[in-house]
């Protein structure tokens, strides 16, 4: 990343604001997520890389919930586009805002698959060329749906032809266009200006500045893309399932060459956000969402989810176990079958075994909750051990009540804590006891239990011989 230049006199445009109407859909298109993010906040990643001057981004469609999805980073300008007439149109709504550019790069919102490094290498060579006009091109097996690179015998470029304007023979040109430009400001509006709309679609097409340009004599380049992938535009669901594979191939290999195992990696997921540390296994059918992020020398999985969670340096998280919003300390397990809910609290070594819940509450460093478990709404103290079956009664059917639970306490199998309720340190509490009142520290405490008897001659039944 170090090696991209910086852009303080270039504009960046996103183009976002296209009904989207092939993803048949409420949500405006750029808000669809791929891995965890927006495809406009993935857009906005990668352009912020290039420290351009600002970021114009033009919105119309749904435009209040794409702005407040992305609130407002100091460095980005919104321009509405009312009414979606096309992506030249689109470009011209950002005349004022790029007054005081020399160039303006215009990128749209539906290409996610976009690496800072490939906007880089076409910013430059547009600089360097000193072209009027420069834009990325890719050559594409299946180039349905793109714009196509028109080129005369000597192969220089002559025009764009969109798909629906497209002659049978000129479909089957495999040039295309990313529809990715970069334009020196002085000449972009006046090229606009004379954009017209007569095709299939009625449109005002960005793309129609190429013949402008080269009629006027200027100087229009190509630049070829080394992975054509990134290209890729979403227009429909099924592109961005094919968008989510490849960025989540990019994520995954990413990891495993920062030290990371990822056993069967096809069938694991990992958001966009996530961090992963050194010599942390990834198992099967793990899913790693949000703001995850998992320390060094971690176990984590098979089939486990982890949704915005922090789990530190040496801590397992076993197969089958759900956590959300939820932090992990050090050297903790989890799991199997464990279920952490938002702000369950863990300090370090401590363990939670199967079917336990837990749900905002503390547990201090080397407390073991092991087995059929609810605690909630609660502070554990270190060193407890919290017997199978407990359950703090938290909630009165109004309220949630807090369970406070000292250090070095044993809480017997089958015990109720009814809350509001302390227990104090060092304290052992007899099994299947109900807690109503506070524990004094140390000592035993237990309630009354149900009589036991005998009944020394009783007979079990039995089947009737037929
Ligand atoms: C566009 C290009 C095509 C290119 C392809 C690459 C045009 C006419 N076509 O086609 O050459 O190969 O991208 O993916 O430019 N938008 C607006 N306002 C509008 C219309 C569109 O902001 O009035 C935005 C959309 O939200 C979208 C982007 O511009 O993010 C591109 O529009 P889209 O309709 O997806 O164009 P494509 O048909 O994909
Ligand atoms: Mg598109």
Excluded at 65 to 76: D, W
């Amino acid at each position: 990343m170090s090696r991209l230049m910086h852009y303080p006199d270039l504009m960046v445009c996103v183009l976002a604001a296209g009904q989207g109407k092939r993803m048949r859909s409420k949500l405006p298109k750029v808000l669809h997520p791929i891995l965890g993010k927006s495809m406009l906040e993935h857009v906005l990643h990668t352009v912020e890389e290039l420290q351009p001057h600002k970021i114009a981004v033009v919105t119309g469609d749904g435009a209040e919930q794409v702005r407040e999805h992305i609130g407002q980073p100091a460095n980005l300008e919104w321009v509405m586009q009312d009414r979606q007439l096309g992506t030249g149109h689109a470009v011209q709504q950002c005349e004022q805002v790029c007054s005081d550019v020399d160039h303006v790069m215009i990128v749209c919102g539906d290409t996610p698959l976009l690496r800072c490094e490939t906007l880089d290498r076409l910013a430059r060579h547009h600089k360097d060329s000193g072209a009027e006009v420069t834009f990325l091109s890719a050559h594409l097996p299946d180039p349905f749906g793109y714009g196509r690179v028109l080129r005369d015998e000597a192969g220089k470029i002559i025009g764009i032809v969109e798909e629906r304007d497209a002659t049978s023979e000129q479909k089957r040109i495999k040039e295309v266009t990313s529809g990715i430009y970069c334009v020196r400001q002085d000449v972009l509006f006046r090229l606009l200006e004379r954009v017209g709309n007569r095709n299939a679609q009625g449109e005002y097409y960005l793309p129609d500045i190429v013949p402008l340009a080269l009629e006027a004599g200027m100087r229009v380049e190509a630049v070829a893309m080394d992975d054509a992938e990134e290209i890729r535009g979403v227009n429909n669901r099924k592109q961005l399932a094919e968008a989510e594979a490849v960025l989540q191939q990019r994520i995954i290999e990413d990891w495993q060459l920062s030290g990371v195992t990822i056993l069967q990696p096809h069938t694991v997921r990992i958001e966009a956000s996530v961090r992963i540390g050194m010599d942390t296994i990834i198992h099967a059918g793990t899913q790693l969402l949000g703001a995850t992020s998992i320390g060094d020398e971690c176990e984590i999985g098979p089939y486990a989810v982890l949704d915005n969670c922090w789990v530190d340096d040496g801590s397992s998280v076993l197969a089958f176990s759900h956590l959300q919003d939820a932090s992990v300390g050090a050297h903790c397990r989890i799991g199997p079958f464990a279920r952490l809910r938002p702000d369950a609290k863990l300090a370090d070594e401590v363990h939670i075994g199967n079917f336990v819940e837990v749900k905002k509450a503390i547990v201090g460093d080397g407390s073991k909750i092991n087995h059929l478990t609810y605690i909630g709404d609660a502070i554990i103290g270190k060193q407890c051990n919290i017997g199978a079956g407990t359950i703090t009664c938290n909630y009165d059917g109004a309220n949630k009540h807090l369970t406070e639970i000292g250090d070095d306490v044993f809480v017997g199998s089958d015990t109720k804590l009814i809350a509001p309720v302390r227990v104090g340190s060092g304290s052992t509490i007899g099994a299947g006891s109900i807690i109503t009142r506070d524990v004094p520290e140390g000592g035993l405490t237990l309630s009354a239990r149900p009589d036991q008897r005998h009944l020394p001659g009783w007979r079990r039944p039995r089947k009737e011989d037929r």
